[in-house]
């Protein structure tokens, strides 16, 4: 597996864990009163918030990357960065994703 690949792989799981958090805490302040922990520490929140929405433009980038090298098909690119987007679902969309590419790389080397 190639570095881009890798580096795709391990940004998506940071990004997905990084999600998991950004949507958790959005809801435990919802759900809270002021005084609760989330909302007393909502500035330390927006921080990872604009964390996660610099380190999701350069997924998408790496998937763009990805996209170009192996020939993926429209729809699939599209899916790809789509389900990124959904917490849980995006380590699934990571697996689908890795597993093109060890597909192409290992129909690169029987041809």
Do not use: C
Request: no cysteine; proline share 2%.
């Amino acid at each position: 597996m190639n570095k881009v690949a890798v580096a795709y792989r391990v940004l998506a799981y940071v990004v997905g864990i990084n999600l998991i958090f950004v949507i958790g805490a959005w809801l435990a302040q919802l759900s809270t009163d002021d005084s609760s922990w989330w909302n007393r520490n909502s500035g330390a929140i927006g921080v990872v918030d604009m964390i996660h929405g610099y380190l999701f433009m350069g997924l998408l980038v790496l998937i763009a990357v990805l996209a170009r090298r192996h020939r993926w098909q429209p729809a699939f690119i599209i899916t790809t960065m789509l389900l990124a987007t959904i917490p849980f679902v995006s380590f699934w969309a990571e697996h689908r994703a890795t597993a093109a590419v060890h597909a192409a790389d290992a129909s690169q080397l029987t041809s």
